[in-house]
């Protein structure tokens, strides 16, 4: 069993900042890739950031200088700082994980709950 746990989420007014977190626990062996995805009201969920061992982050273009991510592999757990918000960041912000769960098995995604960002203008 493997969970994701995204916590961090909130209200803020425009050019304000935000982190989430997510924490991978469970039966891991490892973890390949973690990310971020959001959903917005009445959109379909889109991709935002991701960081895979061994190369540079990626990011959509919409967030590209505003958003980091960054992970901390000892604790399984990938961090969003969010900076400069935009009320077009409002969405519900997804974690996804593929993990491998032993040695030889194949890997798997894996998705949070949501959390909530609500961005006031």
């Known amino acids: 069993q493997v969970q994701l746990v995204e916590s961090g989420g909130g209200l803020v007014q425009a050019g304000g900042s935000l982190k989430l977190s997510c924490e991978a626990s469970?039966?891991?062996?490892?973890?390949?890739?973690m990310g971020w995805y959001r959903q917005a009201p009445g959109k379909q969920r889109e991709f935002v950031a991701k960081d895979s061992t061994g190369v540079h982050p990626y990011y959509t273009d919409s967030v590209k200088g505003r958003f980091t991510i960054s992970r901390d592999n000892a604790k399984n757990t990938v961090y969003l700082q969010m900076d400069s918000l935009k009320p077009e960041d409002t969405a519900v912000y997804y974690c996804?994980?593929?993990?491998?769960?032993?040695?030889?098995?194949?890997?798997?995604?894996?998705w949070g709950q949501g959390t909530q960002v609500t961005v006031s203008s």
């Open positions: 996804n994980a593929n993990i491998q769960r032993s040695l030889d098995s194949r890997s798997y995604d894996y």
């Open positions: 469970g039966s891991i062996f490892s973890i390949n890739t």
